[in-house]
């Protein structure tokens, strides 16, 4: 499964959120990540995330997709990160 | 999805909380906008820069069970950091020994490997046979179907090798045929390569066979146990063993392809002393190739389902385990398309 995912914190907690999210999937932009995670990746991934949120204050958005081909991504600007595996 | 990760920067790499943090460095020695890659997708790190990493990313790594394949200046395989074997199986290590022990039961399994590799080397010829701009095959399938033939009659390991060696003369025969216009093959060489085509072949074998390692680090095999090779000191010879099978379906066409569509030219070589070596750029695409003939998906006939290359081969260990444990007998990989 192909997520995006988007998350809007308090400031005290973006960072370990950031740090979270590095593990499981690619750094694209300031608090967006996407990446192809399975199922389990990605419950792995939300149940620390919700320990780590106040629930009451923060989101955390995930745009999941059944696979990449049916993604169409723009960019516009500067691709801040690329998503390859050749570096 | 795990992912191989093919590094061709110069660069530093390390362990940033828990995680890997790759830190290009350009040519002056200047550090670049460092690049985190996700643990959690990481398949293989293939090193063809130069890198800079300490033991405490070793034993992070280990602890991932991530292996890292090193190749040098000169784009040989030099060799890997394999983390320790995770998938114990004490039985399987008896059996695939015994295997290899008895003389009646190593040949079978060798014969097999040479059927495969020869069935899936008449299907790339065959597969050309038919195109226009190619001259005529049919003599060379003709004598490597013969070859074929003699295979089930051989009685020791050297035998079928030879067999297996005139099979593959002939192949590489067909080579100029098929990209002749604009690469010359002019017989194999190796160690190094004295032509483009000749390092292509050999890049990609590598690439092949490293690929090979990985899947069978993967399963319950020795990958030091081989069958059709020799197991010797210091290698992994059953990974050579299964590259056989799969070289001229994945390397070979993937050349071919390259070649024939002009995205590899004499261009992207330069002549080391004694040798011929791709240019940077060209290695580049090369890899990034392979990579995605390694994502092709083809539909299982017996699974029924799509599964890529890279799984195929992994189905080949488990039919290889199936039959060392005397559940099924092994019956190599045959490309049908």
Redesign the interface.
């Known amino acids: 499964m192909y997520v995006i995912l988007v998350y809007d914190m308090g400031q005290k907690r973006v960072g370990k959120m950031l740090k979270l999210c590095r593990r499981y999937m690619n750094w694209i932009q300031n608090s967006v990540f996407e990446g192809e995670l399975t199922e389990v990746q990605l419950r792995e991934l939300l149940h620390e995330a919700k320990r780590i949120m106040n629930e009451e204050e923060d989101s955390l958005i995930l745009f999941k997709n059944r696979d990449l081909k049916w993604l169409d991504k723009q960019i516009v600007g500067v691709e801040r990160q690329s998503t390859d595996n050749f570096l | 999805?795990k992912?191989?990760?093919?590094?061709?920067?110069a660069?530093r790499m390390s362990r940033k909380?828990?995680?890997l943090k790759?830190t290009?460095v350009d040519e002056a020695g200047v550090e670049e906008?460092p690049?985190?890659l996700?643990?959690?997708?990481v398949g293989d790190l293939y090193v063809f820069g130069s890198l800079d990493a300490n033991s405490a990313l070793y034993n992070f790594l280990g602890q991932e069970g991530i292996a890292v394949h090193f190749f040098n200046y000169y784009e040989h395989y030099t060799g890997s950091f394999m983390p320790r074997e995770y998938l114990l199986a004490g039985k399987m290590q008896v059996d695939q020994t015994k295997h290899y022990m008895t003389a009646k039961k190593r040949i079978e399994i060798a014969r097999r490997f040479v059927e495969g590799a020869a069935n899936n080397i008449l299907r790339v010829l065959k597969y050309y046979n038919n195109r226009d701009k190619v001259k005529d095959l049919t003599e060379a399938i003709v004598s490597i179907e013969r070859l074929l033939v003699s295979v089930p009659t051989t009685t020791d390991v050297p035998m079928l090798m030879g067999i297996e060696g005139n099979i593959r003369q002939t192949y590489y025969g067909c080579f100029d045929a098929i990209v002749g216009q604009t690469f010359c093959m002019d017989g194999r060489s190796k160690r190094p390569p004295q032509n483009e085509l000749n390092a292509l072949i050999s890049f990609g074998n590598m690439l092949c066979y490293t690929a090979c390692l990985s899947t069978i680090y993967h399963t319950q095999l020795n990958p030091t146990i081989s069958f059709l090779h020799e197991p010797g000191a210091r290698r992994y010879s059953l990974a050579l063993d299964l590259s056989e099978v799969f070289k001229p379906i994945l390397v070979d066409r993937l050349i071919f392809r390259m070649i024939n569509k002009r995205q590899l030219q004499p261009s992207d070589f330069r002549s080391e002393v004694g040798g011929c070596v791709l240019k940077d750029a060209a290695r580049?695409r090369f890899?990034?190739g392979f990579?995605e003939q390694l994502k092709e998906t083809i539909k299982h006939r017996a699974l029924g389902r799509s599964v890529s290359y890279r799984h195929l081969m992994k189905l080949e260990c488990y039919k290889l385990q199936k039959h060392l444990l005397g559940v099924e007998e092994y019956r190599p990989f045959k490309a049908w398309w």
């Open positions: 999805m992912q191989p990760k093919y590094l061709f920067n660069g909380d828990n995680t790759f290009p906008q690049r985190y996700p643990i959690e997708q580049k890899v990034q990579d």
